[in-house]
Structure formats: structure tokens, C-alpha cells
């Protein structure tokens, strides 16, 4: 059996319209049992709408407990699923049975079918429309038979078929130092799911290839075990469906669909910080699947550590398996991404130019890429080689407006955070060490990040004269020579890497 496509399953509650007469299916599905499901179909939805949405424009087949219907096109699908979803349950129920979901898929193939059938209806319908009124003042050309309206669909460009979300692929992740561990157990985890490392837990800023690591683990693993149900999906995505089960009150059906899988995958799991229903939910997800040895990966822009606002059990959860950190690429690595980027779009370029993105560009890859992109459009618009005095002028705009303004309020806001500190604390007399180091990490911060003089950011933090804000400055850049480590959330933290993490999270916000 296929992997299971979270995005467009329903789950299905009791309650419907009507209750049909039950019709077991067997493991197969045959063109009988077919034509009884839309039997059944239709005295759900009523004869009209049967035929206006259904007949002829679905394909019905039974997987398992599932009832798969396929459909056109995805603005087909979301129009079915919105208008007709509790008598589509009802009817998967009364085929399967209390257990019974049901699946969308779309099969493009079903939009030529349809076409074929429109484009005769509305040429019958049209003839009869002429001989019963006259024509308007407006010239319209219209075809005058089935021939022709055929030859018009196949003279008009057809759009890409619909193939749902394009999952990035492991073989494009370019690797360096700074990103070598991550993906390294990636390549490891996807060979062996649920064996070696679960929860497999990846951190590191924006933009630095954290889902394309959890994209290529689920086409990977999809690709090497076609058999095994893999869920990929953002947190966000998670706590909108666990939401909407609340409302529907159908949380069975949300936990069916969760707990019974092999592999899940959920990208930025920090959206669950200060999220209490949603962390309890998907604590209780993780024991179920962890104790069946299933694979988890999960991705977040911080170490689990530094989640200040998750429950304690849940960052040990993530702790329990493999934690890797991706961080800001090195410029070798910058400059292979660039190559590689500019060799997918055939952008003719100098490696002096590269050279000179790979410089100036140095946050994360979104960034990086980007700029190829803007000479690419120049390459193709002038149809010149783009050297580096071109690449120098092209990106000076995009340069000025990639500055990040940061204020002394930003800096404070994600000290207390990331420390549990609130601003009374940071700003007060108190000499404690759990508040004056993150104090002159702040004061640290502000030295290096804004303009602002040593009295400003003093007067900031609490009415401070300017000796202490440079006391602090020299305090953290001992701290930094020293290699001195820092309490955070119950564990010890090096001054480089609180330090990096803070800057990160300044530049994201």
C-alpha cells in the first residue's frame, strides 16, 4: 500500500445526513463493488448532485479501511471536500465499516474524461440556445461541433499536472562542515527507519536547509519503503488538525491517523513553544509511536534545551534521540551553493562574481540563492555574461534592503525569553547570576548589533552609567576567549553558542 497523503484525508465522525444500508467490500475492490459505493453515494448526497459533481467525474476504490476517492484537480478536490465530506463519510462507513476513513487523490487523466464530456454537453447546449434565441451584437467565435471544440483543447497549452508538494531531494543538499553531522544521520536514519536514531531532532537558523534534510528524509524513505505510512508536515499543520478535531469533536479519528504511522515528520516544532494542549497532544503521540519503534524527525530553530516554554517531558523526549545542529554555512559552502544554483538556471557568470556572492551573502542559503536569482534575470534581460562589477551594481539594491535595523527593545524581548527572565529582572538592581549574566549579554548585544553609545544603553538597562555597560563588554568577551559556559534551561551552554543563538534569533525576528 502507498503511502497515505496527510493533506487531503478526512477524518470521519458518526454523525451524517442519512445512513445508507451496509455493503462490506472485500480486500478488493472490483467495477461492481464500484458502481454500489456510488450507489450509495447517491442516495447520500441526492440524485441531482450526484450527477452534477460525481458521475463520471470520480473514481472510487477501497484501500484497506480506507475509501480513496480520486478527483481532477485540486480545486475539484477542496470544492468536493468542503460541500460533500459528511456524506462521503457516511457512505465509507456504510462500505467499510465503524473503523472507515477516507482519502482524496487526484488523477489528472479524470480532467480529460471531463473535458471530453463538458465540451460535448456545452456544444448541444449551445446549438439549442442559438436556434431559440438570436445571436447577441457581440462577434463570438464558438465551435460548431464536438471535432472542433477537441482540436481547440488540444492547440491550448495544458497547465503542469497537479502532483501535490515537490519534496526536495537529498542527492541536491550540498554539504560542508557546517552541515555534514546532520546530514550524515539523515542518510543513516532514512536507510533504517524507526532502528538507529528516533526522535532524529535538527536545529539551526532560517534558511539554512533544515527542511530540505526533512524533505529528503520522506522522499527517501518513501522511495526505498513504499509500503510504510510516512506523514510530513509542519507544526502548525498539527495543531491546526488537532484544532479542528476539538471542534468536530472526532479527536478518535485525528489520534487514528497519527498514531498508526511509521514515520512522522514535523517541520519547525518551536511553533508548539507556550502551546500547552498541543505539547501535551503531541507528547502522548511520540510515547505511542516511540513504543512501537516507529522513526521520528523533527526540526526547530533552536536546541531542545533552549525551548524554554516546552514541558520538560517533551524536550527529553527530543533530547532521547539524536540532536544535530546545522549552522550558518561556511564560504566554501556558500560559494559550492552558489555554483550549483546558478548551474540550474544556466546563468552565464564569472567565478569572480560567484566569488563576490558568496562574500556578501552570508546569513543563510535562502539569501544566497535569491541573489542568483536577480542576476539570472539580468543574464536573461541583457543576454550578458554577468561579471563581478555587473554582480557589484545588480545587488547593491538588494543588499541595502537585506539590512536588518535591530533595536535595543529587540535585543531585550529575546534575552528574556531565551533566559525566563522578565524585564523587571533584567532592568533591576539584582546581582544574582541568573540575572546579571544575561544582563550583560544583553548590554553585549547592544554594543554589537546597534549604534547606540555606551550611556544609551545604559540609560536602557535600568539607568546604568556608561562604566558598566563597558565592564560588561569586557566581561563577555572574556567569557568568550575563556570558552566559559553558561546556565540555560538546566544545562550548560558554551558563550559561543548562546551567543550565536541570540544573534540568530535577532536576525529572524
Not at 515528520?265 to 503521540?285: M, Y
Request: proline share 3%; aromatic share 8%.
Amino acid at each position: 500500500m502507498q503511502p497515505k497523503s496527510l493533506a487531503v484525508e478526512g477524518a470521519l465522525c458518526a454523525s451524517s445526513t442519512k445512513q445508507p444500508t451496509e455493503a462490506k467490500l472485500g480486500p478488493a475492490t472490483t467495477e461492481s463493488d464500484a458502481q454500489s459505493i456510488l450507489q450509495l453515494l447517491a442516495q447520500q448526497v441526492g440524485e441531482r448532485s450526484f450527477q452534477n459533481w460525481f458521475a463520471g467525474k470520480v473514481k472510487l476504490k477501497r484501500e484497506g479501511t480506507f475509501l480513496v476517492i480520486g478527483v481532477a484537480s485540486p480545486f475539484f478536490l477542496t470544492w468536493i471536500q468542503k460541500k460533500f465530506s459528511s456524506q462521503i463519510a457516511a457512505t465509507a462507513i456504510a462500505c467499510i465499516g465503524p473503523s472507515a476513513e477516507y482519502r482524496f487523490e487526484v488523477v489528472p487523466e479524470l480532467e480529460d474524461v471531463s473535458n471530453s464530456k463538458t465540451g460535448k454537453a456545452n456544444s448541444e447546449s449551445n446549438t439549442a440556445k442559438s436556434a431559440a434565441r438570436p445571436e447577441p451584437d457581440t462577434c463570438e467565435t464558438k465551435p460548431s461541433s464536438e471535432s472542433q471544440q477537441s482540436g481547440q483543447n488540444q492547440n491550448r497549452k495544458q497547465p503542469t499536472a497537479y502532483k501535490g508538494r515537490r519534496f526536495s531531494d537529498l542527492a541536491t543538499f550540498v554539504t560542508g562542515t557546517s552541515n555534514q553531522l546532520a546530514y550524515t544521520a539523515t542518510l543513516q536514519a532514512s536507510d533504517q527507519p524507526g532502528a538507529l536514531y528516533s526522535p532524529l531532532f535538527i536545529h539551526g537558523g532560517v534558511g539554512i536547509g533544515k527542511t530540505h534534510l526533512l524533505e529528503g528524509f520522506y522522499r527517501k524513505t518513501r522511495q526505498l519503503y513504499p509500503s510504510l505510512q510516512v506523514v510530513f508536515l509542519s507544526a502548525e499543520s498539527f495543531g491546526n488538525y488537532f484544532s479542528k478535531a476539538l471542534q468536530e469533536r472526532s479527536l478518535p479519528g485525528f489520534r487514528q491517523r497519527f498514531r498508526n504511522v511509521d514515520v512522522l515528520i514535523i517541520d519547525d516544532i518551536d511553533f508548539f513553544e507556550s502551546k500547552r494542549i498541543f505539547q501535551e497532544e503531541l507528547l502522548h503521540t511520540i510515547k505511542h509511536l516511540e513504543s512501537h519503534g516507529r522513526q521520528l524527525v523533527f526540526s526547530s530553530d533552536r536546541h531542545p534545551r533552549l525551548l524554554t516554554k516546552m514541558s520538560e517531558e517533551l524536550t527529553t523526549r527530543f533530547l532521547s534521540g539524536l540532536v544535530c545542529r546545522i549552522e550558518s554555512p561556511e564560504i566554501e559552502l556558500r560559494l559550492a551553493i552558489a555554483r550549483q544554483r546558478a548551474s540550474k538556471l544556466k546563468t552565464l557568470i564569472t567565478e569572480g562574481a560567484l566569488e563576490y556572492v558568496a562574500r556578501r551573502f552570508s546569513n543563510n542559503v535562502r539569501e544566497l540563492e535569491g541573489a542568483i536569482n536577480c542576476l539570472q534575470t539580468y543574464h536573461v534581460m541583457t543576454k550578458q555574461k554577468i561579471t563581478t562589477s555587473m554582480t557589484r551594481q545588480i545587488l547593491s539594491d538588494l543588499e541595502r534592503d537585506c539590512i536588518r535595523i535591530i533595536k535595543l527593545d529587540d535585543i531585550k524581548q529575546i534575552v528574556c525569553t531565551t533566559f525566563g527572565v522578565s524585564e523587571l529582572d533584567l532592568k533591576s538592581s539584582r546581582r544574582a547570576r541568573n540575572i546579571s549574566q544575561p544582563r550583560m549579554l544583553a548590554m553585549f548585544l547592544a554594543r554589537k548589533l546597534t549604534h547606540a553609545a555606551y550611556s544609551e544603553i545604559g540609560d536602557f538597562f535600568g539607568g546604568r552609567n556608561h562604566s558598566t555597560v563597558m565592564f560588561a563588554e569586557k566581561q563577555v568577551r572574556k567569557w568568550l576567549e575563556n570558552h566559559s559556559s553558561i546556565h540555560v534551561a538546566q544545562q550548560e551552554w558554551t558563550t559561543e553558542e548562546i551567543i550565536e543563538s541570540l544573534e540568530q534569533q535577532l536576525l529572524a525576528s
